[in-house]
């Protein structure tokens, strides 16, 4: 066989998409701010990380009397124009028996009629163990209020099937960091977006 041949049947053999790139489904987070009664646009904005077999990987160490395990965090979801803005937290992490454990919360002030106010539940947090990743649906609400005006932030996790992505529209993906900091994923570049996100394994 030519060498301009062999390498044309070896591209379609060996698709671009194999690798660390191949997954079965995503971690979806979507934050939407909705103001009734008061100034200012609605946001909804989605985020996506694929749960590839690289990703799943990294949550090799599970927790023991010693240790909390391996984690990973994502923080984001505040305007970027807005210092202190709310933003949320979430925490997801395997169990001593292979469940997984998620934590949500959220906290930050909003300025609403150009008055700044904390939320009417800064503590509340959700808080969820499921067997499998695919039945990750939660969400988070925060509300932020001025007399009769006010802003709701909420927060959804939840997974969705590459199947059904693209059923989402189009979701930029998070960057993503390992334990020791180096680079998992790069992610799609989020200066167009008005809210952030960045997300990173944790070794407990």
């Given amino acids: 066989m030519k060498p301009l041949l062999l390498l044309l049947s070896f591209i379609v053999i060996s698709p671009l998409t194999s690798g660390a790139l191949e997954t079965n489904g995503f971690l979806v ?81 909003e300025t609403v009629n150009g008055v700044t106010v904390g939320s009417r539940n800064p503590k509340s947090s959700q808080n969820l163990i499921i067997k499998r990743l695919e039945d990750l649906d939660m969400s988070y609400l925060l509300s932020y209020v001025n007399k009769f005006d006010g802003l709701n932030i909420g927060f959804t996790a939840k997974y969705v099937s590459a199947k059904d992505i693209k059923a989402e529209g189009d979701i930029p993906a998070a960057p993503v960091r390992k334990a020791d900091r180096t680079e998992l994923f790069k992610g799609d570049d989020l200066k167009q977006y008005p809210l952030e996100v960045s997300c990173i394994f944790q070794e407990g």
Avoid: Y
């Fill in 29 to 109: 987070f979507e934050v939407e701010r909705v103001p009734w009664h008061t100034a200012g646009s609605e946001i909804k904005q989605k985020f996506k990380v694929p749960l590839t077999e690289e990703f799943m990987s990294n949550f090799s160490h599970l927790p023991s009397q010693n240790s909390s395990g391996t984690g990973f965090c994502c923080s984001g979801g505040n305007l970027k124009t807005n210092e202190g803005s709310t933003r949320f937290m979430w925490w997801i992490r395997k169990t001593a028996d292979n469940r997984w454990r998620i934590n949500m919360w959220g906290e930050g002030v």
